[in-house]
């Protein structure tokens, strides 16, 4: 691995050949950043005890200062440990000072992981996100990650290949009507267009416009997220944003109940060694690889949550209580049960 910048994903991922002990990985493109980000964190952590062996910071909060001292530990039972810094554009001053003095001096069986939207404006008269991005280009990686220059049909079609679905050239545009310029949105719509046609399936505007009238998957994956992270206030404001946005409870409960299969079944096939495919996993690999990691770390329990699905399914249809008020007894009883 070369020091300095890179320019997008595929070259970030050819420089993880040998990690490099500081990584800064930033961009508009907030799923651009994040599967740059589940790149490294799938390398350096592969082979290794990941739970003894990865620490995360979010910039912005008190603890965030910790990162110094989280990477100065010794690796458990592997070669190299990871350190994660989130939401680098929120760090102050201190943090600012503390991430330069760092990365003067990197720990070498330490890999540290900036990332965020950007770096930090100066503060103080000091530009530290300018002498950081320099100071970190002499031994490790930079990877700013923009659309800029992505085709959205290009990467809808790219997106469908690993599923083996076709994109017509008018669901193509119908996809990009939905998604805009965002990639995360694209993407999460085409997830569920993919997982509705199936493998060997084509996607035409009719079936966007019935996959995808309602709220992008990927906002809805956000609440999915949180209850498998068993993180209730996240959920319930995942939750109220998208009622409170005009999204249907029915509708919103079919898609998390369509998302919560998928979870179980990604577990199901990590616990037989099967292929996700032949398990009916629909997910693309940058979600796959997240629901993964998720439920390795904090297994679900099937029967627990497919209880849940059918009692809320039952109440949805015949409480007195309200369609939101069913909903919101449902998540909270998947995060309680995650």
Same mark, same amino acid.
């Given at each position: 691995?070369?020091?300095?910048?890179?320019?997008?994903?595929?070259?970030?991922?050819?420089?993880?050949?040998?990690?490099?002990?500081?990584?800064?990985?930033?961009?508009?493109?907030?799923?651009?950043?994040?599967?740059?980000?589940?790149?490294?964190?799938?390398?350096?952590?592969?082979?290794?005890?990941?739970?003894?062996?990865?620490?995360?910071?979010?910039? $912005?909060?008190? &603890?965030?200062?910790?990162?110094?001292? *989280?990477?100065? @530990?010794? =690796?458990?039972? !592997?070669?190299?440990? %990871? +350190?994660?810094?989130?939401?680098?554009?929120? $760090?102050?001053? &201190?943090?600012?000072?503390?991430?330069? *003095?760092?990365? @003067?001096? =990197?720990?070498? !069986?330490?890999?540290? %992981? +900036?990332?965020?939207?950007?770096?930090?404006?100066?503060?103080?008269?000091?530009?530290?996100?300018?002498?950081?991005?320099? @100071?970190?280009?002499?031994?490790?990686?930079?990877?700013?990650?923009?659309?800029?220059?992505?085709?959205?049909?290009?990467?809808?079609?790219?997106?469908?290949?690993?599923?083996?679905?076709?994109?017509?050239?008018?669901?193509?545009?119908?996809?990009?009507?939905?998604?805009?310029?965002?990639?995360?949105?694209?993407?999460?719509?085409?997830?569920?267009?993919?997982?509705?046609?199936?493998?060997?399936?084509?996607?035409?505007?009719?079936?966007?416009?019935?996959?995808?009238?309602?709220?992008?998957?990927?906002?809805?994956?956000?609440?999915?997220?949180?209850?498998?992270?068993?993180?209730?206030?996240?959920?319930?404001?995942?939750?109220?944003?998208?009622?409170?946005?005009?999204?249907?409870?029915?509708?919103?409960?079919?898609?998390?109940?369509?998302?919560?299969?998928?979870?179980?079944?990604?577990?199901?096939?990590?616990?037989?060694?099967?292929?996700?495919?032949?398990?009916?996993?629909?997910?693309?690999?940058?979600?796959?690889?997240?629901?993964?990691?998720?439920?390795?770390?904090?297994?679900?329990?099937?029967?627990?949550?497919?209880?849940?699905?059918?009692?809320?399914?039952?109440?949805?249809?015949?409480?007195?209580?309200?369609?939101?008020?069913?909903?919101?007894?449902?998540?909270?009883?998947?995060?309680?049960?995650?």
């Amino acid at each position: 691995m070369l020091p300095g910048s890179v320019a997008g994903l595929d070259d970030l991922r050819r420089s993880l050949g040998t990690p490099a002990p500081v990584y800064v990985c930033v961009g508009e493109e907030s799923l651009l950043v994040k599967e740059a980000v589940e790149a490294v964190r799938e390398v350096v952590l592969a082979g290794g005890m990941a739970a003894f062996n990865h620490a995360s910071f979010v910039c $912005g909060e008190e &603890a965030a200062l910790g990162f110094a001292d *989280a990477c100065r @530990q010794v =690796p458990v039972m !592997s070669s190299r440990r %990871l +350190v994660e810094l989130k939401q680098v554009q929120d $760090g102050n001053k &201190a943090l600012m000072e503390s991430l330069l *003095a760092y990365v @003067q001096k =990197p720990i070498d !069986s330490t890999v540290l %992981l +900036v990332s965020g939207m950007k770096m930090p404006a100066a503060i103080g008269g000091t530009d530290y996100g300018v002498r950081i991005t320099n @100071q970190v280009k002499k031994t490790g990686v930079v990877c700013k990650l923009d659309a800029d220059g992505i085709d959205p049909a290009a990467f809808a079609r790219s997106r469908a290949k690993p599923w083996n679905v076709t994109v017509d050239t008018a669901g193509v545009q119908k996809l990009i009507e939905y998604g805009g310029d965002d990639l995360d949105v694209l993407a999460g719509n085409l997830e569920l267009c993919c997982g509705f046609v199936g493998s060997g399936g084509r996607i035409t505007p009719e079936v966007v416009e019935e996959v995808c009238a309602s709220t992008a998957a990927a906002d809805v994956w956000r609440l999915t997220d949180a209850i498998v992270a068993a993180d209730a206030n996240g959920a319930l404001a995942e939750l109220h944003r998208l009622l409170e946005e005009g999204e249907a409870p029915h509708r919103l409960m079919a898609n998390i109940a369509w998302q919560l299969r998928q979870v179980l079944l990604v577990q199901d096939a990590a616990r037989r060694h099967l292929p996700d495919r032949e398990s009916g996993v629909r997910m693309p690999p940058f979600k796959l690889r997240a629901v993964r990691e998720r439920v390795e770390r904090r297994p679900v329990s099937p029967s627990a949550w497919l209880e849940a699905l059918a009692t809320a399914a039952r109440r949805m249809n015949s409480s007195r209580a309200g369609d939101r008020r069913v909903i919101e007894a449902f998540v909270l009883g998947l995060v309680v049960k995650a």
